[in-house]
């Protein structure tokens, strides 16, 4: 959802599986074949291992297989007995988040759920060839089946923050990380570089604004008189992170929304629904529909007002000039973006772009956006680009001028110039063996058992507690 603060850190570790931002090409059935079983015997689909409350199938790791290959992950090299062990790990943190009472709603994995069933359609074609793909009975089989996946995936990543959340590094730690490396194991960086921006927004005519206004009081009115926001938000939200399940959000004071939005979720009562709500997104309409203490669950419906084509054409002609006053050095490209830019994020800092992950100013080119990679890769250093048209996912549009300030080749990690960089490696390196700690200590603890065709598997943790 795009009016989440983008500057707050991603979470550290990836759920084994998720949805991807990108749509990808279904890739060939490759699973691996199961266990022999014995001369005589038919294996059929049963429980192949047991951990605390949860238990794993022999379709629970064919479906893991499968998720994979839908996202052009490659999977030739793991084994059925890491399949496995990766699915007792994400039992095992399941089970130990009920007993921390980690709570997941239905209402957020049916929401992740409809996210992958309308990708894996949008992929094979139909919900038909989504059954038959994943081998199921029916829809209502795989749905199920996809549900508890995605609760306990949501269970085990919580109960992984909570473990990590608490893991902190000293500059000693760091230090003594660095320092373990001999000279030739030393990390290399790839090549990165510091780019800024200049971004102009086509104005909104106050007529178009107007037009979404009233389309959305319409809406209320037909709410308040038995229409469902559900089905509203579903059909007319441009919130694609929420539209397929009817605009919700649960939120609390912390959730990371724009103020605008939250000031108003939490001046409304049970069951209310708010006038037009305007923030840098477009305009919501949001209805409270639950108040649980500090938390809320809301429904909102987003609609943006459209750009005409004389906005954009003005755009692009304040663009071009704010790029010939820089050209020909009336002003540098830093005041010019104080002065001009139209990006609250970037406007103070002179346009410089902050990389989401590390929360510094590089980029690692192989790993930039490729959409901004095609537009900067060519540009000499303080060289501003030509105008750019942007488009984002919700199709909003708007100009941009970029410019590379500053670029560092691959080189081996330097303490003194990659401090930050290494931080975060030494404290990746901490929390990995946190989790291994942690692992160790909740298998013993646990009640686990594991099949015998399984049982000959060189699992990474202690399964079998040999």
């Not at 550290?12 to 199961?34: G, H």
């Not at 992950?73 to 990766?86: A, F, Q």
């Not at 949008?122 to 209502?140: H, P």
């Amino acid at each position: 959802m795009k009016f989440i603060n983008s500057r707050l850190a991603a979470f550290l570790l990836l759920a084994l599986v998720s949805l991807p931002a990108v749509a990808q090409e279904i890739i060939k059935d490759t699973v691996k074949p199961r266990p022999a079983a014995r001369p005589g015997k038919v294996k059929v689909d049963g429980v192949v291992a047991v951990v605390g409350d949860y238990v794993v199938l022999e379709s629970d790791i064919d479906l893991a297989y499968k998720e994979l290959q839908t996202q052009n992950i490659p999977t030739e090299g793991i084994s059925r007995c890491e399949m496995l062990g990766k699915l007792m790990e994400d039992k095992l943190y399941a089970h130990q988040a009920i007993q921390d009472s980690i709570v997941v709603s239905d209402a957020e994995v049916n929401e992740q759920m409809d996210r992958r069933i309308d990708y894996f359609v949008e992929q094979l074609g139909s919900s038909d060839k989504m059954v038959e793909y994943f081998k199921k009975k029916d829809l209502d089989s795989f749905k199920t089946e996809l549900f508890e996946m995605i609760k306990t995936q949501e269970l085990t990543s919580r109960m992984q923050k909570k473990v990590i959340d608490e893991v902190e590094i000293t500059p000693e730690e760091v230090r003594q990380f660095y320092m373990k490396f001999k000279k030739e194991e030393i990390p290399q960086f790839g090549a990165e570089m510091e780019i800024s921006q200049i971004v102009v927004k086509p104005v909104i005519s106050q007529e178009e604004k107007q037009k979404v206004i009233d389309r959305l009081k319409q809406i209320k009115k037909d709410v308040q008189e038995g229409s469902s926001f559900y089905s509203k938000a579903v059909l007319y939200s441009e919130d694609p992170g929420s539209k397929n399940s009817g605009g919700f959000y649960k939120i609390n004071r912390k959730t990371a929304f724009v103020k605008e939005f939250k000031d108003t979720a939490f001046s409304l009562e049970e069951g209310e629904i708010s006038d037009p709500v305007e923030t840098e997104f477009g305009y919501h309409l949001i209805y409270v529909e639950k108040i649980r203490g500090q938390e809320r669950d809301v429904r909102h419906i987003l609609m943006s007002p459209k750009i005409t084509p004389q906005s954009l054409k003005d755009a692009k002609e304040k663009i071009e000039k704010i790029r010939q006053r820089i050209a020909s050095g009336a002003i540098s490209f830093a005041d010019a973006a104080r002065s001009e830019s139209d990006d609250k994020e970037t406007r103070n800092s002179g346009g410089q772009l902050i990389n989401p992950s590390s929360l510094g100013t590089r980029f690692e080119l192989t790993k930039m956006d490729p959409n901004v990679y095609n537009e900067v890769s060519g540009l000499k250093n303080n060289e501003v680009s030509e105008p750019i048209l942007d488009v984002d996912r919700r199709g909003t549009q708007t100009y941009k001028l970029y410019v590379v300030t500053n670029r560092y080749d691959e080189h081996p990690a330097d303490y003194a110039l990659d401090y930050t960089k290494i931080k975060e490696l030494a404290l990746k390196e901490k929390q990995i063996k946190t989790i291994a700690k942690w692992s160790a200590e909740k298998i013993k603890d646990a009640y686990i058992k594991v099949s015998g065709d399984y049982k000959g598997c060189k699992f990474a943790n202690n399964w079998l507690k040999k």
